[in-house]
């Protein structure tokens, strides 16, 4: 099992920036695909973004395209989720999960791929 602790959630006016981070457990990070997922209020989580194990291929949601950017740092056990022009729909709680399958592609966006799982950490940009 992995453990994921996400951080850096916070409330931003629109337009702002906020940086997620992920520090995961555990000996093998740099074999999983990451993921990011996001739930809004009363909607159902969602696909945010996802990088591969050494980060040469990331994938995201056309909603967050050009503003969202995924990294990784193998050494550090970590991944981060930089959020860029954030407008009020981007608030939700983020998540941070492991595909540790290490598969990455066009299948990456889904949750089902991903079993381990941080609490969250939520974001709230106002208008």
């Known amino acids: 099992q992995v453990q994921l602790v996400e951080s850096g959630g916070g409330l931003v006016q629109a337009g702002g920036s906020l940086r997620l981070s992920c520090a995961a457990s555990?000996?093998?990070?740099?074999?999983?695909?990451m993921g990011w997922f996001r739930r809004p209020p009363g909607k159902e989580r969602e696909f945010v973004a996802a990088?591969?194990?050494?980060?040469?291929?990331?994938y995201f949601a056309d909603s967050v395209k050009g503003r969202f950017a995924i990294s990784r740092d193998n050494a550090k056990n970590m991944v981060y989720l930089q959020m860029n022009s954030l407008k009020p729909e981007d608030t939700a709680v983020y998540y941070c999960?492991?595909?540790?399958?290490?598969?990455?592609?066009?299948?990456?966006?889904?949750?089902?791929?991903?079993?381990?799982w941080g609490r969250g950490t939520q974001v709230t940009v106002s208008s």
């Open positions: 999960a492991a595909d540790r399958t290490g598969y990455s592609g066009a299948a990456s966006v889904k949750q089902v791929r991903y079993l381990d």
């Open positions: 555990g000996r093998t990070f740099s074999s999983y695909t």
């Open positions: 990088i591969s194990r050494n980060g040469g291929s990331t």
